[in-house]
């Protein structure tokens, strides 16, 4: 395996809108969402390691979360883990891995990936082939890499890349990042061929990364500079990753960096990618049955006249279930939620009314 080549694992997020099997407590990775016998991040980090050394694959995650990840990952070393002092979205903890990367290796390029997708393979090899395609690329031209896969329907939960000049075989620049689009603007994408799914998965060189965020970096131009200069010989680790936490905006890649350089690229890839951040996402990778409803973890469930829905039940239980097309049934804890399959961006307004109506234990 090549030593220059590192994996970094986010898994920091709240998951809210897979609620309620997902909680403050134990959000989405941390869970066995598709009943495979594996939760998600211990998928995501057996996935890598078939291609990457397990010491060069480094997980972000929140302080509160960090014994799950010693529990679900024992292979992976105490100084592998990276506990990130505030939540925060993309742009903090890559920038912290990016700098953590080039302090352990002036030549290091990153994978930077969620910890929330399901990756098939269905041509052995692809999946693997490509990233390494990638991290070659990144290396010998020190553009940044993003990876997207061609849409199979105009889906509006999805963020979208605009592909432009070939840079090489599979490979463009990229034209525009577009952030769940509405539906109509959705299909013209999926309709004009020019337009992949941004996968959120993300290849670059540490050097290259620290760089652009820095020309782009702005008002927090000095906390990145510090960060630079400071970082590779510091002994206050803690202080410099709490300033950077605390100055650098809540806000994604592509608005904060990608979207402003001009050394970007996307991969065209060939695996079978999905995003599991919502019910309908989960709900279109499941097999369906003969009327198109999705029992998830074998739920037992009688569905009478319905069609199109998605159950996930705790074992032992059972739904009976009349005259309903297009909901989510989901029971877990003390929780049931009932709501339309189409409702999954009011989601996270579900749990801040049941925070405030009911309280803590609830989400």
């Not at 782009?216 to 002994?235: A, F, K, Q």
């Not at 695996?271 to 709900?283: I, K």
């Not at 929780?335 to 999954?344: F, G, N, S, T, Y």
Request: net charge negative.
């Amino acid at each position: 395996m090549n030593k220059n080549y590192y994996c970094v694992i986010l898994a920091g997020g709240a998951g809210t809108r897979i609620w309620p099997v997902s909680r403050q407590n134990k959000p989405k990775q941390f869970i066995d969402l598709l009943g495979t016998g594996e939760t998600l991040l211990q998928t995501t980090f057996n996935r890598y390691k078939k291609f990457i050394d397990v010491e060069n694959i480094l997980v972000t995650t929140n302080l509160e979360y960090a014994d799950m990840v010693r529990e679900q990952l024992p292979e992976l070393s105490d100084d592998n883990l990276m506990l990130e002092p505030i939540r925060r979205n993309t742009v903090p903890p890559v920038t912290w891995a990016s700098a953590e990367v080039a302090r352990r290796n002036p030549n290091g390029v990153l994978i930077v990936t969620p910890s929330d997708q399901n990756i098939t393979d269905k041509e052995n090899g692809v999946f693997s082939d490509e990233i390494l395609q990638g991290l070659d690329y990144a290396h010998r031209h020190q553009r940044l890499l993003t990876l997207g896969v061609k849409p199979t329907r105009p889906e509006t939960a999805y963020g979208y890349i605009q592909m432009s000049a070939k840079m090489a075989p599979n490979i463009f620049t990229v034209q525009t990042f577009t952030e769940k689009p509405q539906e109509d603007f959705a299909r013209i994408f999926f309709e004009s061929g020019e337009f992949l799914w941004n996968s959120g998965i993300y290849i670059w060189s540490a050097k290259a990364f620290l760089k652009a965020i820095k020309e782009v970096s702005g008002y927090y131009n000095e906390i990145i500079e510090d960060l630079r200069v400071h970082y590779p010989t510091s002994t206050n680790i803690k202080d410099i990753v709490f300033d950077l936490y605390s100055k650098l905006p809540h806000m994604a890649l592509e608005q904060t960096v990608l979207e402003k350089v001009e050394n970007v690229d996307v991969m065209l890839c060939h695996f079978g990618w999905a995003d599991l951040g919502t019910w309908e996402s989960v709900f279109n990778y499941m097999d369906k049955d003969g009327q198109g409803n999705a029992l998830v973890n074998n739920s037992k469930a009688v569905l009478n006249d319905c069609n199109n829905c998605l159950v996930r039940l705790p074992d032992g239980h059972v739904a009976v279930l009349q005259g309903l097309s297009d909901y989510v049934i989901v029971e877990e804890g003390n929780v049931i939620l009932v709501c339309k399959r189409d409702a999954q961006n009011i989601i996270r307004s579900f749990v801040n009314s049941a925070q405030l109506d009911l309280g803590d234990e609830y989400v």
